[in-house]
């Protein structure tokens, strides 16, 4: 059997939860039933994989956590700092850093606000990862939960630590990146295992602990949807870290040939996300260059590809990443006027 870790996300500022006036409350130590939120979600995970990772963003979080863990004599749990010398902050970060710290071949990615998690239903989408980068859960209006998932680690992480690394950081970027996706519907298999679909319910605000909602089920997509775009050579993903590295120390020339040939290259394969990408990069080595009329062209072909991949996504109903992509084709769009 394939090992399986859990990396539970709990470094976040949790803006919502707070109250107005009042000291900065953590999240993960908020009360429900008499146990932390953190607790709750440890609990849910202990016997479903064989490690669990906390991904905190400071060490003092660290100190705390771990002296509540031990005070209800809960064993098994590691913690894993946020890179420092990352210029991004946010889930990305916490997911990088937590897939490094393991060596499991599946990680279920949790936030530390959905005590209510099923330990059926975690074992059932990280089953449900097996033969794609990822699976996570789609709604039938298309709504993805962007940081509840099952990734194949040793992949997933080099697409993260590139998407990382060219400041791509919100966490849907990893599923539009992945090589291939399997959006799992809460209204199939998981029902069975949590009929009321209690394990959705996040605690985003101080009102959520009086008014426990899921998300709705009304949408026209009741089925599983699977994407496979292809192997992702793990050499190009390289190549456009090494791009940005040259782009960050202003050697605008160096990277233009790598990225125009990646571009076509992501394009021919119909991976419009990747190839968007690397226009957007190109369009930035030409700018460093004062080309702005060829910058001009490249940032519409990354719109167009943009749009192209918000087409694939609208086709199967995925409202979430066919927003996105629409986003990133605005902001092309917008700079087309440099």
């Known amino acids: 059997m394939a090992s399986r870790a859990a990396l539970i996300l709990s470094g976040g500022n ?15 130590l908020a ?27 400071d060490q003092q979080r660290v100190s705390i956590y771990r002296k509540l863990i031990e005070e209800y004599g809960i ?13 991004v902050k946010g889930p ?27 330990s059926k239903v975690a074992d059932y989408l990280i ?26 680690r040793k992949t997933c992480l080099e697409t993260a630590q590139t998407l990382l690394e060219l400041n791509k950081a919100n966490a849907d970027a990893m599923l539009r990146a992945a090589e291939s996706i399997h959006f799992v519907s809460p209204l199939k298999e998981i029902y069975r295992f949590d009929p009321e679909l209690q394990s959705f319910v996040n605690i985003n605000s101080q009102e959520d602990f009086t008014s426990l909602k899921t998300r709705s089920t009304a949408g026209l997509v009741r089925d599983d949807v699977c994407f496979n775009r292809g192997e992702l050579p793990v050499i190009q993903l390289h190549q456009l870290r090494e791009a940005q590295k040259l782009l960050d120390e202003s050697r605008c020339y160096e990277v233009q040939n790598t990225l125009a040939t990646l571009a076509i290259g992501f394009e021919a394969k119909s991976n419009y996300f990747w190839a968007a990408v690397s226009e957007e990069k190109l369009a ?5 260059r004062g080309k702005k009329a060829i910058a001009k062209q490249t940032y519409i072909r990354a719109a167009e590809n943009y749009a192209k991949e918000a087409t694939i996504y609208e086709v199967k109903g995925c409202a979430t990443l066919a927003a996105r992509a629409r986003s ?9 006027g440099v």
């Open 14 to 28: 949790a803006k919502r939860f707070q109250i107005e006036g009042q000291p900065w409350l953590d999240k993960a």
């Open 31 to 57: 009360p429900l039933d008499g146990k932390p939120l953190l607790l709750h979600v440890i609990n849910n995970l202990k016997n479903t994989v064989d490690e669990i990772v906390v991904c905190v963003n």
């Open 75 to 87: 064993g098994n749990v590691e913690f894993v700092v946020d890179q420092r010398d990352s210029q």
């Open 92 to 118: 990305l970060l916490a997911i990088v850093s937590g897939l490094a710290a393991v060596d499991a071949n599946y990680c279920l990615i949790v936030p530390t606000d959905m005590p209510f998690l099923n």
């Open 127 to 152: 089953e449900a990862c097996v033969g794609y980068q990822t699976a996570v859960p789609m709604w039938p209006d298309g709504t993805v939960e962007t940081l509840l998932m099952a990734v194949e």
């Open 284 to 288: 930035e080595a030409q700018l460093g």
């Open 328 to 336: 990133d084709r605005a902001f092309c769009e917008n700079k087309i």
